[in-house]
């Protein structure tokens, strides 16, 4: 009997530590503007514009390096672009935060198209305002 209880007394103590893998963060988007949703980006264009933003965020860079007051991202038909929310604020944004955003970003207005929106976070102070937008063709990435 006594086994019995302290075997329900462990496995509850260890469901409650366990993490839960099916509960993946969420990031909050706002002001969510699907800006031409008849023009579809290439794939392979937006995701390494994706990852250019702050001089480029791909590999074992978590963060946004340099503390840039505004940042874009461009590589063929796709360019990205970010500024803070507020005047005088920086952009801190972690690479999670950024594609959890892109995620949710998507599933309002679908891969690849054009928006602009607000991502919680991501800035010294507050938000970060994000716009993908469809350019010339051109590659390059820049921070300032």
């Known amino acids: 009997m006594l086994a019995s209880v302290y075997s329900i007394m462990l496995l509850s103590v260890s469901a409650f530590a366990l993490p839960f893998p099916f509960w993946s963060r969420q990031e909050t988007v706002s002001n969510v503007v699907c800006t031409n949703p008849d023009v579809t980006l290439d794939t392979h264009d937006t995701d390494v514009a994706l990852l250019q ?44 935060r950024w594609e959890q955003g892109i995620k949710a970003v998507a599933a309002t207005c679908g891969a690849d198209k054009p928006f602009t929106a607000t991502f919680t976070g991501g800035a010294s102070t507050g938000n970060v305002n994000v716009e993908l937008k469809e350019v010339d063709g051109t590659t390059s990435s820049d921070s300032s």
């Open 53 to 96: 933003i702050c001089g480029g965020i791909a590999g074992s860079i978590e963060f946004c390096q340099g503390n840039p007051t505004t940042t874009t991202g461009t590589f063929g038909n796709s360019s990205f672009t970010i500024t803070p929310a507020e005047s005088g604020a920086t952009i801190t944004i972690s690479k999670g």
